[in-house]
């Protein structure tokens, strides 16, 4: 009865190809979130969905992209990979509202070479 | 825009031996300010939910208090199971969503 899910767990790819992270939550949650989490360990805010509709995207390159086909899932879609994408990725949902908090996934660990 | 600052950046323990972690930070119309515990591998695990200066929360070992400036998690007689990194976040107003901002967390390390 995981939460919030994402797959895959660990993704190693070359630079240049094009990659996708799916994300589940049966929380009954309305918004979701992609985070990168870089090698210092800071976590960062990428995109929010509420509704299957686009909140925030923080400047964001658009070789991402995100995909919401209903309010349990968020896919992200990461095109022309590039060094620098090496991150964990992380999901996120919550309730939409003041001071909700958020629950995260496991973390997908992208590796580009 | 919106910052947050965490202090130590780690922090070492004996078991027993009582701390606090800092978290500093400015935002335009804060909502709420969380907590959360990050154990290696896996996703942060939401702690606290903050929302006004002065006010405080407990769970075992753990408090987490608030002023207009910092919030500070307060550990007690520690144990080794409490070895994490915890991560401070702010929301702020309405322009901001639901966004959160987070800082650069604690590495604790508790030592039997």
Known sequence: DTAVSQTPKYLVTQMGNDKSIKCEQNLGHDTMYWYKQDSKKFLKIMFSYNNKELIINETVPNRFSPKSPDKAHLNLHINSLELGDSAVYFCASSLWGIANEQFFGPGTRLTVL | ?112
Request: with cysteine.
């Open chain 2, 1 to 112: 825009e919106d910052q947050v600052t965490q202090s130590p950046e780690a922090l070492r323990l004996q078991e027993g031996e009582s701390s606090s972690l800092n978290c500093s930070y400015t935002v335009s119309g804060l909502r709420g300010l969380f907590w959360y515990r990050q154990d290696p591998g896996k996703g942060p695990e939401f702690l606290f939910t903050l929302y006004s200066a002065g006010e405080e929360k407990e769970k075992e070992r753990l408090k987490a208090t608030l002023t207009k400036k910092e919030s500070f998690l307060h550990i007690t007689a520690p144990k080794p199971e409490d070895s994490a990194t915890y991560l401070c976040a702010v929301q702020a107003g309405p322009e901001a969503g639901n966004m959160l901002t987070f800082g650069g967390g604690t590495r604790l390390m508790v030592k039997p």
